[in-house]
């Protein structure tokens, strides 16, 4: 049973232009909400995370939007670069997981020229 | 380099063998959790070792077992290897017993059964 749900898929876009990348969850203990970002033969890398007494979080073009009420947050890429094609995962964890992230299936997003 | 070593890259080997994954976390980091990810199923969190202890234990096949040594290096032993079994194992590792402060994971083991 997939505990976060990511969507969609893929996605294409233009450079410039602005994927989004949506991400619901149930289990409201959850207090932690990292995005990794993946390469192809690496494994994912820490991009940004939000706690959900925040409802927006920004670093350089990246930015994470989080509704408490809905359980829903997202992650928006700004002036998006063919070096951001990559796959895209959203996380949560629970205070009392030992840090055990629960992952959403991933989002492949291409940039293209 | 993210300072999570995970050998070998690449395995290779026949059913019902058996195979064993090496971890080194990042330096000062007391954590190390591994996660499997194959194409239909994501990354799934298999287990989660802190300063020598299991602590955490995800959807992990009694075929496969874990440990983590004095020097917080960490070994994950997959037996009886079935071709369901062919995914990628990534270890990631954390300073603290939590994961919220971000993991780092290793560039991952990339196993075939054949």
């Known amino acids: 049973q997939q505990q976060v749900k990511q969507s969609p898929q893929s996605l294409i876009v233009q450079k410039g232009g602005i994927p989004i990348i949506n991400c619901a969850y149930e289990n409201t203990a959850f207090d932690y909400f990292p995005w990794y970002q993946q390469f192809p033969g690496k494994g994912p890398a820490l991009l940004i995370a939000?706690?959900?007494?925040?409802s927006e979080k920004k670093e350089g073009r990246f930015t994470i939007s989080f509704n408490k009420s809905a359980k829903q947050f997202s992650l928006h890429i700004m002036d998006s670069q063919p070096g951001d094609s990559a796959t895209y995962f959203c996380?949560?964890?629970?205070?009392?997981?030992?840090?055990?992230?629960?992952f959403g299936a991933g989002t492949q997003v291409v940039v293209t020229p | 380099d993210s300072g999570v070593t995970q050998t070998p890259k690449h395995l290779i080997t026949a059913t019902g063998q058996r195979v064993t994954l090496r971890c080194s976390p990042r330096s000062g980091d007391l954590s190390v959790y591994w996660y499997q990810q194959s194409l239909d199923q994501g990354l799934q969190f298999l287990i989660q070792?802190?300063?020598?202890?299991?602590?955490a234990k995800g959807n992990i096949l009694e075929r496969f077992s874990a440990q983590q040594f004095p020097d917080l290096h960490s070994e994950l032993n997959l037996s009886s290897l079935e071709l369901g079994d062919s995914a990628l194992y990534f270890c990631?590792?954390?300073?603290?017993?939590?994961?919220?402060?971000?993991?780092?994971f290793g560039s991952g083991t990339r196993l075939t059964v054949v």
């Open positions: 990631a590792s954390s300073h603290r017993g939590r994961g919220d402060y971000g993991y780092t």
């Open positions: 996380a949560a964890s629970s205070p009392d997981s030992w840090g055990k992230l629960q």
């Open positions: 939000i706690r959900p007494d925040v």
């Open positions: 070792y802190y300063n020598g202890e299991e602590r």
